[in-house]
């Protein structure tokens, strides 16, 4: 499961090993003990990532494999949007803050997860 959570600082892009509905049951029981709200809807999801990373390509024929879930579209300066179909949980409905979960093939999320690791070490040495 690829799990991305959303903060006004920007988001942070995680790979787990439990499935989304494992993870929701969790986060719901959470919720009530903690008498919080949680709200929860299937939603889409992107992010950049340059194409000059390595072995960019192969997530394009990755892609093929996952029919609707997940979407790559060019998009100018040299950047391909990752477009993700999953669960978007928040504490309120129009939150712009919460988390992002989806599930793909287990090659697929790590090496998205991979791929987004390594665009974030440019970025950060970049703006060091």
Partial sequence: MLKITYTENGFYLEHLKE???AWIAKRVLLCLRAATSIYAEP???SFLLPE?????DQLK???SGHGESIKLIPNEDNFLEVCLQGTWVAAEEDSQEGVFICALC???EF???QLWQEANIGTTVVSE
């Fill in 19 to 21: 499935t989304p509905e």
């Fill in 43 to 45: 939603s889409t999801a």
């Fill in 52 to 56: 000059d990373l390595p072995y960019f």
């Fill in 61 to 63: 024929t990755l892609q």
């Fill in 106 to 108: 287990d090659r697929t």
């Fill in 111 to 113: 090496f998205l997860y």
